[in-house]
Protein backbone atom coordinates (compact mmCIF):
# COMPACT_ATOMS: atom_id res chain seq x y z
CA UNK A 1 0.00 0.00 0.00
CA UNK A 2 1.15 3.21 -0.16
CA UNK A 3 0.32 5.42 3.24
CA UNK A 4 0.80 8.56 4.00
CA UNK A 5 1.86 9.25 8.09
CA UNK A 6 1.28 12.49 9.75
CA UNK A 7 3.17 13.47 12.67
CA UNK A 8 5.86 11.30 11.68
CA UNK A 9 8.33 12.67 13.80
CA UNK A 10 6.93 11.97 17.15
CA UNK A 11 7.15 8.76 19.26
CA UNK A 12 4.17 7.33 17.78
CA UNK A 13 4.41 8.56 13.80
CA UNK A 14 7.76 6.75 14.33
CA UNK A 15 6.31 3.83 15.08
CA UNK A 16 3.63 3.62 12.43
CA UNK A 17 6.51 4.04 9.93
CA UNK A 18 9.10 1.51 11.18
CA UNK A 19 5.94 -1.26 11.52
CA UNK A 20 4.86 0.26 7.72
CA UNK A 21 8.05 -0.73 6.60
CA UNK A 22 8.55 -4.22 8.35
CA UNK A 23 5.22 -4.65 6.21
CA UNK A 24 6.88 -3.51 2.86
CA UNK A 25 4.36 -0.81 2.12
CA UNK A 26 5.26 2.50 0.57
CA UNK A 27 5.75 5.27 2.94
CA UNK A 28 5.23 9.34 2.89
CA UNK A 29 6.29 11.18 5.96
CA UNK A 30 4.90 14.53 6.05
CA UNK A 31 6.34 16.68 8.32
CA UNK A 32 7.10 20.28 9.46
CA UNK A 33 11.43 19.79 9.76
CA UNK A 34 12.71 16.76 7.90
CA UNK A 35 15.80 16.94 9.98
CA UNK A 36 14.16 15.16 12.31
CA UNK A 37 13.37 11.87 10.97
CA UNK A 38 16.87 9.99 10.85
CA UNK A 39 14.84 6.76 9.28
CA UNK A 40 16.43 5.81 6.29
CA UNK A 41 14.60 3.16 3.93
CA UNK A 42 14.44 2.75 -0.17
CA UNK A 43 10.19 2.83 1.03
CA UNK A 44 10.12 6.10 2.45
CA UNK A 45 10.06 9.27 1.57
CA UNK A 46 10.27 11.98 3.84
CA UNK A 47 8.64 15.74 2.47
CA UNK A 48 7.87 18.80 3.95
CA UNK A 49 4.26 20.32 4.60
CA UNK A 50 1.86 22.75 6.97
CA UNK A 51 -0.67 20.38 8.24
CA UNK A 52 -2.73 23.76 8.81
CA UNK A 53 -2.70 24.76 5.21
CA UNK A 54 -4.53 22.18 2.87
CA UNK A 55 -2.92 23.28 -0.71
CA UNK A 56 0.62 21.80 0.94
CA UNK A 57 -0.72 18.75 1.74
CA UNK A 58 -2.65 17.58 -1.43
CA UNK A 59 0.70 16.94 -3.25
CA UNK A 60 1.76 14.62 -0.55
CA UNK A 61 -1.62 12.95 -0.16
CA UNK A 62 -2.43 12.59 -3.94
CA UNK A 63 -2.43 8.90 -4.94
CA UNK A 64 -1.97 6.91 -1.29
CA UNK A 65 -4.28 4.44 -0.44
CA UNK A 66 -4.35 5.54 2.74
CA UNK A 67 -3.96 8.52 5.62
CA UNK A 68 -2.60 7.63 9.02
CA UNK A 69 -2.57 10.61 11.52
CA UNK A 70 -0.33 10.86 14.99
CA UNK A 71 -0.99 14.13 15.07
CA UNK A 72 -1.44 15.36 19.01
CA UNK A 73 -0.27 18.40 21.24
CA UNK A 74 1.54 18.51 24.66
CA UNK A 75 -0.53 19.21 27.56
CA UNK A 76 -0.13 22.03 28.79
CA UNK A 77 -1.12 24.62 31.55
CA UNK A 78 -3.31 26.40 28.69
CA UNK A 79 -4.76 23.51 28.05
CA UNK A 80 -6.53 23.44 31.40
CA UNK A 81 -8.65 26.16 29.88
CA UNK A 82 -9.00 25.62 26.50
CA UNK A 83 -7.17 22.94 23.11
CA UNK A 84 -8.41 23.76 19.51
CA UNK A 85 -5.67 21.77 18.13
CA UNK A 86 -7.59 18.70 17.15
CA UNK A 87 -10.31 20.81 15.62
CA UNK A 88 -7.61 22.96 13.82
CA UNK A 89 -5.83 20.04 12.00
CA UNK A 90 -8.53 18.05 10.87
CA UNK A 91 -10.36 20.79 9.01
CA UNK A 92 -7.52 21.31 6.57
CA UNK A 93 -6.23 17.69 6.44
CA UNK A 94 -10.02 16.91 5.12
CA UNK A 95 -10.37 19.47 2.91
CA UNK A 96 -6.73 18.09 1.40
CA UNK A 97 -8.11 14.16 1.38
CA UNK A 98 -11.31 15.70 -0.76
CA UNK A 99 -8.82 17.42 -3.30
CA UNK A 100 -6.44 14.58 -3.55
CA UNK A 101 -9.45 12.07 -3.75
CA UNK A 102 -8.45 10.00 -1.05
CA UNK A 103 -11.48 8.64 1.92
CA UNK A 104 -9.20 5.91 3.39
CA UNK A 105 -8.25 8.42 7.03
CA UNK A 106 -7.01 6.50 10.16
CA UNK A 107 -6.34 8.41 13.16
CA UNK A 108 -5.07 8.58 16.94
CA UNK A 109 -7.53 9.73 19.32
CA UNK A 110 -8.25 8.72 23.23
CA UNK A 111 -9.83 7.10 25.83
CA UNK A 112 -13.23 9.05 27.16
CA UNK A 113 -12.94 11.40 24.72
CA UNK A 114 -17.01 11.91 25.28
CA UNK A 115 -18.50 12.31 29.18
CA UNK A 116 -20.49 9.22 30.20
CA UNK A 117 -21.66 7.22 33.33
CA UNK A 118 -19.14 4.21 33.04
CA UNK A 119 -16.50 6.82 33.57
CA UNK A 120 -13.87 5.60 36.69
CA UNK A 121 -13.62 8.13 39.48
CA UNK A 122 -9.77 8.93 38.46
CA UNK A 123 -10.51 9.50 35.40
CA UNK A 124 -13.68 11.84 35.80
CA UNK A 125 -12.68 13.91 39.24
CA UNK A 126 -8.67 13.86 38.56
CA UNK A 127 -7.16 13.51 35.26
CA UNK A 128 -10.30 15.36 33.02
CA UNK A 129 -10.28 18.67 35.80
CA UNK A 130 -6.35 18.61 36.13
CA UNK A 131 -4.92 17.69 33.10
CA UNK A 132 -6.06 16.22 29.71
CA UNK A 133 -10.15 17.38 29.87
CA UNK A 134 -9.80 20.12 27.17
CA UNK A 135 -7.82 18.10 24.83
CA UNK A 136 -10.56 15.16 25.26
CA UNK A 137 -12.87 17.23 24.54
CA UNK A 138 -11.46 18.45 21.50
CA UNK A 139 -10.54 14.90 19.74
CA UNK A 140 -13.96 14.07 20.95
CA UNK A 141 -15.13 17.18 18.72
CA UNK A 142 -12.95 15.93 15.74
CA UNK A 143 -14.44 12.77 15.97
CA UNK A 144 -17.66 14.50 15.90
CA UNK A 145 -16.80 16.70 12.57
CA UNK A 146 -15.69 13.26 11.13
CA UNK A 147 -19.30 11.64 11.88
CA UNK A 148 -21.57 14.73 11.30
CA UNK A 149 -19.59 16.29 8.27
CA UNK A 150 -17.64 14.47 6.54
CA UNK A 151 -19.89 11.13 5.12
CA UNK A 152 -17.20 10.73 2.34
CA UNK A 153 -14.30 10.06 4.81
CA UNK A 154 -13.71 6.40 5.62
CA UNK A 155 -12.50 7.87 8.86
CA UNK A 156 -11.18 5.18 11.52
CA UNK A 157 -10.95 6.76 15.29
CA UNK A 158 -8.28 4.36 17.00
CA UNK A 159 -9.00 5.54 21.00
CA UNK A 160 -5.70 4.46 22.86
CA UNK A 161 -5.06 4.66 26.74
CA UNK A 162 -1.67 5.42 28.32
CA UNK A 163 0.89 5.16 25.73
CA UNK A 164 4.34 3.33 26.43
CA UNK A 165 7.44 3.14 24.81
CA UNK A 166 7.45 -0.56 25.97
CA UNK A 167 7.94 -2.91 22.89
CA UNK A 168 4.95 -4.56 21.61
CA UNK A 169 3.46 -7.30 23.28
CA UNK A 170 3.07 -9.56 20.65
CA UNK A 171 -0.27 -10.21 21.52
CA UNK A 172 -3.42 -9.15 19.56
CA UNK A 173 -4.37 -5.86 20.87
CA UNK A 174 -7.74 -6.16 22.65
CA UNK A 175 -10.87 -3.43 20.92
CA UNK A 176 -13.93 -2.87 20.93
CA UNK A 177 -16.16 -0.01 19.61
CA UNK A 178 -16.72 2.48 22.92
CA UNK A 179 -14.80 4.78 25.15
CA UNK A 180 -12.45 2.09 26.81
CA UNK A 181 -11.71 -1.29 26.66
CA UNK A 182 -12.25 -3.59 29.65
CA UNK A 183 -10.71 -6.10 30.85
CA UNK A 184 -6.98 -5.12 30.23
CA UNK A 185 -3.32 -5.23 30.84
CA UNK A 186 -3.73 -1.96 33.00
CA UNK A 187 -4.32 1.52 31.14
CA UNK A 188 -0.94 1.48 29.12
CA UNK A 189 -0.28 0.14 25.25
CA UNK A 190 3.05 0.40 24.03
CA UNK A 191 3.37 3.10 20.86
CA UNK A 192 4.23 -0.35 18.26
CA UNK A 193 1.05 -1.94 19.39
CA UNK A 194 -1.31 1.08 18.51
CA UNK A 195 0.74 1.22 15.31
CA UNK A 196 0.52 -2.54 14.51
CA UNK A 197 -3.30 -2.09 15.21
CA UNK A 198 -3.81 1.09 12.47
CA UNK A 199 -1.98 -0.48 10.10
CA UNK A 200 -3.93 -3.88 10.39
CA UNK A 201 -7.14 -1.34 9.98
CA UNK A 202 -5.23 0.26 6.86
CA UNK A 203 -4.82 -3.41 4.84
CA UNK A 204 -7.95 -4.79 5.86
CA UNK A 205 -10.49 -2.06 5.35
CA UNK A 206 -12.10 -2.66 8.73
CA UNK A 207 -13.69 0.11 11.31
CA UNK A 208 -14.41 2.27 8.60
CA UNK A 209 -16.38 5.05 10.20
CA UNK A 210 -16.43 3.81 13.59
CA UNK A 211 -14.09 5.09 16.82
CA UNK A 212 -12.72 2.17 18.30
CA UNK A 213 -10.96 1.87 22.08
CA UNK A 214 -8.07 -0.06 22.27
CA UNK A 215 -6.33 -2.09 24.83
CA UNK A 216 -3.05 -4.58 25.32
CA UNK A 217 -4.11 -8.16 25.77
Known amino acids: MKIAVLGATGPSGIQVIKE ?80 ANVNRFIFMSSWYTKNNSGEPFFMKWIIKPLFLGQSLKNMGEMEDYLEIECPDIDYTSVRAPQLSHSATTGTPVKYNEGQHVSPVSGFIISRRDVAKFMLDAAESGNFRRKCMAIGSG
Not at 48 to 62: G, Q, R
Not at 67 to 76: A, F, N, R, Y
Request: with cysteine.
Open 20 to 99: ALEREHEITAIVRNPDKLTENHENLKVVKANIFDAESLVPHLTGQDAVLSCLGCTPSWLSLWTVTFYMDSVKPVVTALRR
